[in-house]
């Protein structure tokens, strides 16, 4: 009997490319609404996240006495922060945040724009988004921007500049997956930087139909922040990634009315 | 004098400086960046920035964050 022999598949080096820095992983997560600083990190840490989002607040609020640091947590010099203009709801007060988490990270100057409209929904508001970008990008900052699934507003921001487009799947926090595929896949196609999904993946199929349609990667917080158990919601989400990748990559079959038979037809015994 | 730090009055002696206000909020050894009257004073600066009565003063640092809008 022949020895079988096992071979590795072949996988070339498929990085996410934002702004000329590779990245080997896809998935992007926040590092809010996380029971304590443990559950952040070992959270996080299952992800296999490199790129983080941090939110700038008034030193007085948003941290409990005596609980660490998130930056002695979740080193600068071993994730990529990506400071995060969240709760902004005009484009001069996103520039004043990201103005600030440049001076706070050293001059670090990759940021997600994100300027909201509405409370209820958090939709994007995309007339100061445009115009926080615009300011931004002349400043210096290298722009990944949340915005809304249409197709016409993310190429704009693409030709003004940003390095990453990141259309929201469904509202912020909803859970409720990919609400338009098409818009996500017409946004993908037209586009020549990353395109992410920001925003509205529940579970870790939503996050494998986003990179199935083609987008760079996911950015996702409450979807692990809030799972019951997050740390396995986010290994759940880091195979979910690779795999909508892969999945991608392969190139699925078409998809058929009929059955098409997996046997070969000839050399039956049987009548 | 008056200034006006994180949105809260505060009185604090004529004179002072961003490192004397840091110190005295008891921040010396954490990371953070100011912003003055809406413009930034970096870290560097803060022994020479010398605050004027009704400054308006930030002082922010990162928190864990997402798409979710900790307020």
């Given amino acids: 009997m022949s020895s079988v022999m096992k071979t590795a598949i072949p996988r070339t080096a498929d990085p996410l490319l934002i702004d000329g820095v590779e990245y080997q992983s896809r998935l992007l997560v926040g590092t809010g609404k996380y029971k304590d600083m443990d559950e952040t990190r070992a959270a996080i840490e299952a992800s296999g996240a490199e790129i983080i989002t941090v939110a700038i607040r008034r030193t007085n609020i948003g941290q409990h006495a005596g609980e660490p640091n998130l930056l002695d947590v979740l080193p600068p010099d071993r994730y990529t922060y990506l400071p995060n ?38 939709f994007p508001d995309i007339t100061q ?12 900052f290298k722009v990944m921007v949340y915005t809304n699934d249409d197709p016409i507003i993310a190429k704009r921001l693409e030709e003004m500049g940003c390095v990453a487009v990141m259309p929201l799947a469904a509202p912020i926090g909803s859970g409720l997956g990919i609400r338009n595929p098409y818009n996500i896949l017409t946004i993908v196609e037209n586009a020549s930087v990353p395109i992410l999904v920001d925003a509205g993946v529940g579970c870790a199929s939503d996050a494998a139909i986003a990179m199935e349609l083609g987008c760079g990667g996911v950015l996702m917080n409450t979807a692990i922040a809030g799972a019951q158990n997050p740390v396995l919601m986010a290994s759940a989400m880091k195979k979910a990634i690779e795999a909508g990748r892969e999945s991608f990559l392969a190139g699925r079959i078409p998809r058929k009315r009929f059955a098409s038979a997996s046997s070969p037809l000839d ?5 | 004098m008056e200034l006006i730090i994180n949105g809260n009055p505060e009185q604090l002696p004529e004179g002072i400086n961003a490192a004397e206000l840091i110190e005295r909020m008891g921040l010396a050894n954490e990371r953070l960046a100011m912003e003055v009257n809406r413009e930034i004073v970096p870290r560097s600066s803060f022994a020479t920035h010398i605050f004027t009565a009704g400054d308006h003063i930030e002082i922010v640092r990162a928190i864990g964050g997402g798409s979710v809008t900790p307020r």
């Fill in chain 1, 267 to 271: 050399g039956t015994f049987f009548g």
């Fill in chain 1, 129 to 140: 988004t445009l115009e926080a970008a615009g300011t931004l990008i002349n400043d210096g």
């Fill in chain 1, 85 to 122: 203009t969240a709760g902004c709801y005009s484009a001069e007060d996103a520039v004043r945040t990201c103005r600030l988490a440049r001076e706070l990270l050293d001059g670090h100057n990759l940021v997600k724009l994100e300027v909201l409209g509405d409370e209820k929904t958090l």
